[in-house]
């Protein structure tokens, strides 16, 4: 079983990066024409990111979805004129078989639940681009499309389907692998696409999948027209759609150049952002820092400005930090947010991102920020943040505070220290840009029990809050003095290190997300939490289980009790 | 691990009977006085269900659960004169320590899951008890009251706790026993009493709980008074609470009776209701019929008819079935649902329920209906209903279909039968009285697609609807005609039967609750996955497991990866 792997993925190779460039691209085709993009999947069978196993029929494995994350991202930002993209295949009989099974097959748990988070996270990416971004995706399906591949259109607004014999799509996981589709498959059925359930029922144990009209007339595709007009069906499509979109089509995108990072031991460093990792505390203390530079004036000076616009190049090391972190160090279960520098200049900065915020980059800007906190909002590890003296918890830097499971400020000043007691401060990047996966921002999900603190607090936008007052407006979770801080933390620390990892993140994944429920909550809270019990169950994982014996020509065996 | 159980709880104990009644309570003494009864929790420590196991400190097993559900549908039912219910402790010095955890570690995961998930259905009754019923529960707690105790309390309305050194609220599960609160503990304190999420982080982090004012302040209790005014207050509350509820004070109740019921090798049998299990093809077949009699014309007729009165006694015998199916069945992974008798005679009870709803039994024996309705909603067993020839799914009873993951209607009659082709028919009981754990009924939840289609089936009440008609209107999943029948049922059965059934389960939890999200999906579309993941890792139940080293002295090892 799976289960009783003792080295961790990180030991056994070589750790994952997840930075890259269309240059370097193995598996996807990006073109673009006037207004609409066209991303094309034409995986190379032989680019696995790990030895031992093929990408066969386009199926992926991680390194395929960070191709697809990167190209997303670039859309965005690279791409102010394209208002449409076309996912389609670059391979003539086949749309995309899924996640490659062979590659579950000799992953570790871990792995396998991490990989659907990022692949979760890339498809919820694909929605937030449609609806949010107004740069609409869609599918064009020729041959089959299955799992992995169906959940990849499932994320997209259209989906135009060929109407011949090869063509169909399925959602196979269950009747051939005894797991569930993993990256939001059942809950976009019924939750997107509206599905009726006993539809969706037999839809889900249909190995070879529907074709043709009965797709359409069951709501699982939204068009099937013959081979020879799929082509130009999702042309018009897509022109219509791109038509509609508000992205400025005379404007000149930015470069994504690439994020700069050095590892040295246990310390990573980006400009703005650096992480420093304790083993034997099983922590990474993780700093945000302002920049020496002044904000700039006007959204030109943003673009000029480009990926070194601070709130940009911090979002874009944050977020490879949070990458980096999951997957090369499974065993760091403490994440320690920290802040330094000057709480006027975040303040400025948020400024111009309300000022601008019609401006198409500061749109993407702001979007890219609110995808990064949802990543912590995610994040399999504890999270807690501390407020000391000469830390910046202000505005978009307080979410950092209001994301994390508990929150220590100190209260006064260090003694011996010059430096002035923290304080927190509010802007109105808190009350609504940075929505959180339920649709609440941070501070609504805070204080469901009385709303109405929420608006109270708008009122006192700008003012420093010192510990007192942050604890009195309940922003903070401890407020120790400069006696106590030390050993309260250590305590703090050291008590999360020894509890079970799995209790803590059931305990996080539940309480992080009150509130109402939306797709995500329903993908991150319910769908991967029984895909988690799934893919440690025998009947899955066992030496007779269907995920470990698939392609053996043997069938799974199971234990027929339900539970 | 407890993964690696071979035998079946069924196989290794007595079967659980889920029958039982004040007079043969082990675990808790119910008296009333006017409008306020009270239940106190007095655990007998050598009354465990089974063997190995003693109930210290008021912690309780399945079998004092069960005694809890038998007086809170007795109340219910036997006492419309209550308005109000203390839930109190038994004992001087402690309220109740939560499951007993012996019984947990010592119990196979398939019984961990399934005893918490009838807890958890118990807790949901005593909440649908205080707000649609009107009888409200309220808790006072005098001594510890941790895990499960306070999950206890937390179903509860109004918490009223003792100030003094000894009594405490505490969720202990994760520091103690590295596993989750197990009856939506978690959920209720964030999404019922609005804990602020980075106080709950802590509480639920906190061996020893939480006292006095602060558990007030934090939203963990309502009130807390010296312990010696505690009856006193707990008292008034209960009395105001029961002065604002509309149960009627002069009417009297009607008896319980012992459900009867037979079982005689594979078949089960109660008045309207039995089941057949078929142990080759691991599928249990359960037929609902009409009664001979006619329904009753008046509230006063329907009083004396009490417990045989028909719907009620229907939603006996399913709600007993369905317990024992799950607790004593558990390789029975498919329930085929069947109807027989006269469709007249289900509407005409309809109309009763309809046209008395405000009548206080009336109002019961729909509430009945509806908990058990939802009962097969959150069951872990894959539900087909067959309509067939002489069948009667009409209005209540089409909820059975309704609930089912899929339906399989004959079109047409069968040759050389007199019978005249099924048809299904909606009554004004298809719209509102029955809605499902996400608050919406059978029908808004199946055509979330396009809701004005219930508005559309409203027209149609009455009509009787032959498969085609019943296929068009979106009612059933499959209408095969006599030719095709056998093969399909059987190849579908076959197929069920084959699948894993831990896929199953999460898809079936996956399909069956789209739409809105409340408490009850929560708890056990996500808050049941995560407890059901964590029962399953070794950190919790390996050799070196919390769980299982419990008591032990030594304490839990854990594999540091986080997932």
């Not at 499309?145 to 090869?166: F, R, S």
């Not at 992205?247 to 994504?256: C, D, F, K, M, N």
């Not at 109402?516 to 007779?544: C, D, M, Y």
Request: net charge negative.
């Amino acid at each position: 079983m799976a289960d009783t792997d003792t080295a961790t993925d990180s030991t056994r190779h070589p750790p994952v990066d997840f930075r890259t460039e269309p240059a370097r691209y193995k598996h996807w085709k990006l073109t673009i024409e006037g207004r609409v993009a066209t991303l094309a999947m034409d995986v190379q069978e032989d680019g696995g990111l790990r030895p031992g196993y093929e990408l066969k029929l386009n199926s992926y494995d991680l390194g395929v979805d960070i191709e697809l994350h990167d190209a997303i991202q670039r859309l965005r930002f690279e791409h102010p004129e394209v208002g449409a993209v076309i996912l389609r295949s670059g391979k003539e009989r086949v749309f995309c078989a899924g996640a490659n099974i062979r590659m579950l097959g000799q992953s570790s748990h871990a792995w396998k639940v991490n990989f659907c988070k990022f692949t979760n996270e890339t498809r919820n990416g694909m929605e937030d681009a449609s609806t949010e971004s107004r740069q609409v995706y869609l599918t064009a399906i020729n041959g089959p499309c299955a799992g992995g591949g169906y959940e990849l259109a499932l994320a997209t607004e259209h989906i135009v389907m060929a109407d011949d014999g090869n063509t169909s799509v399925a959602l196979p996981e269950l009747p051939l692998l005894a797991v569930l589709p993993g990256t939001g498959g059942l809950t976009r059925l019924v939750d997107k696409r509206h599905v009726r359930r006993d539809r969706a029922d037999v839809f889900c144990t249909l190995e070879e999948g529907i074709k043709g009209q009965r797709a359409v007339e069951w709501g699982l595709v939204d068009e099937v027209v013959p081979r020879s007009r799929l082509e130009e069906t999702v042309s018009r499509r897509a022109t219509e759609l791109a038509g509609r979109s508000d992205r400025p089509s005379a404007a000149r995108g930015i470069v994504l150049s690439p994020v700069e990072r050095t590892i040295e031991g246990d310390r990573i460093a980006y400009r703005h952002v650096s992480a420093r990792i304790e083993r034997g505390r099983g922590l990474a203390e993780i700093t945000v820092r302002t920049p020496a530079e002044a904000a700039p004036a006007t959204p030109e000076e943003i673009a000029t400005r480009g990926a070194d616009f601070w709130p940009l190049a911090v979002a874009r090391a944050l977020d490879d930090l949070i990458l980096h972190l999951r997957t090369n160090e499974e065993t760091i279960g403490l994440w320690v947010l920290r802040t330094e520098g000057r709480g006027d200049v975040v303040e400025a900065y948020d400024r111009l991102l309300v000022d601008h915020a019609n401006d198409w980059l500061v749109r993407e800007v702001r979007l890219y920020l609110k995808r990064v906190l949802k990543r912590l909002d995610v994040t399999a590890r504890s999270i807690f943040a501390l407020i000391e003296p000469r830390s910046c918890f202000v505005g978009t830097l307080l979410e950092l505070a209001l994301a994390a499971d508990r929150s220590y400020m100190l209260d006064g000043a260090r003694e011996g220290e010059a430096a002035a007691p923290p304080a927190v401060r509010l802007t109105a990047m808190n009350f609504g840009p940075y929505p959180m996966p339920n649709g609440l921002t941070r501070l609504a999900s805070r204080f469901l029990a009385q709303p109405g603190r929420v608006d109270d607090l708008k009122g006192r936008i700008g003012e420093d809050l010192e510990a007192h007052a942050a604890a009195e407006a309940g922003l903070v979770t401890v407020t120790p003095d400069d006696i106590d801080w030390e050993d309260e933390i250590r305590v703090a620390m050291e008590e999360r290190a020894a509890f079970s990892p799995d209790a803590l993140t059931g305990m996080e994944a539940s309480l992080r997300f009150a509130g109402p429920e939306t797709l995500e909550t329903k993908i991150f809270g319910r769908l991967s939490a029984w895909q988690n019990w799934i893919f440690q169950r025998p009947n899955a994982v066992g030496s007779h289980g269907a995920l470990r014996v698939y392609g053996t020509g043997e069938r799974g065996r199971f234990d027929p009790r339900r539970v």
